[in-house]
């Protein structure tokens, strides 16, 4: 297997290029195209999304990549995949709210190997590789160490996105079973966001009722390397497949949350 710290630095230096210029795009945004009747995508996700595939197809021109618009390129060594979301939150990114970010993330073999997250308007860059921990800016990062539900912060994936109908109650399920359980129940528009939240112990749990292996192949390894819990919704290993329901803790709430969901 390849150097971790090439990977990680390429990534890197992607991630925050890629920032740079949805922080400029932003600015100008122009139209904001709806791909679905409540989904949108602007000039920075696909801007975005071309400067990181270019850099990743100069520096590993072997590997594959899923991307959340243009699909899955194709490499000659499938057992690598980086896995981007150019901006997600784009509903807060197009409106100014300052919760969004770049997700990039390496999976070898259908496993989490490198993640690099970064939050722009929050001026923190996120980073991990498998058996090497989470940091922040640099720093080293852990999951809090709550263990008293009725102290404990979770949040919650969006409403209106995916099979909305089906979404909608789900996310009304679990807002009232969490409400019931823990301190304060939160939405934040962005996995990305949520994902590190959990993983620097700002929150404690999230959960997401629709995800896609762009949402969440980042944050999953953040969390765990951070000394948290990623998980399917059940408590069994994530499968990094589409429209499954995922939970991120800090490991000591996980199974009051998957009793709670239940």
């Not at 008293?148 to 949040?155: C, D, E, L, R, W």
Request: with cysteine; glycine share 8%; net charge negative.
């Amino acid at each position: 297997m390849s150097d971790l710290n090439e990977f990680l630095s390429v990534a890197k230096e992607l991630a925050l290029k890629a920032g740079d210029l949805c922080l400029e795009l932003q600015n100008n945004l122009g139209d904001v195209r709806y791909k679905t009747v409540k989904d949108v995508v602007t000039i920075a996700d696909v801007s975005s999304e071309k400067l990181i595939v270019e850099g990743l197809r100069a520096a590993f021109p072997t590997h594959s990549i899923r991307t959340e618009e243009a699909g899955v390129i194709e490499g000659s060594d499938p057992r690598y995949r980086w896995i981007i979301d150019p901006v997600d939150g784009t509903v807060n990114f197009s409106r100014g709210i300052p919760l969004w970010g770049i997700s990039i993330a390496l999976h070898f073999e259908g496993k989490p190997l490198v993640a690099v997250v970064n939050l722009p308007k929050l001026g923190e860059l996120y980073t991990a590789a498998k058996g090497m921990g989470a940091f922040m800016n640099g720093k080293q990062i852990h999951v809090s160490r709550e263990s008293n539900p009725t102290h404990a912060i979770v949040s919650n994936g969006d409403f209106n996105v995916g099979d909305a109908a089906k979404i909608n109650a789900q996310n009304s399920h679990n807002f009232a079973r969490e409400a019931e359980t823990f301190e304060r129940v939160k939405c934040l528009g962005s996995a990305v966001i949520e994902g590190c939240f959990t993983a620097c112990g700002r929150i404690d749990c999230f959960v997401m009722t629709m995800s896609y292996p762009w949402d969440i192949a980042a944050i999953a390894l953040l969390v765990e390397e951070a000394g948290g819990k990623s998980t399917h919704i059940d408590g069994s290993p994530m499968q990094f497949v589409d429209a499954e329901q995922v939970i991120f803790t800090n490991g000591l709430l996980h199974e009051t949350l998957v009793k709670t969901l239940a």
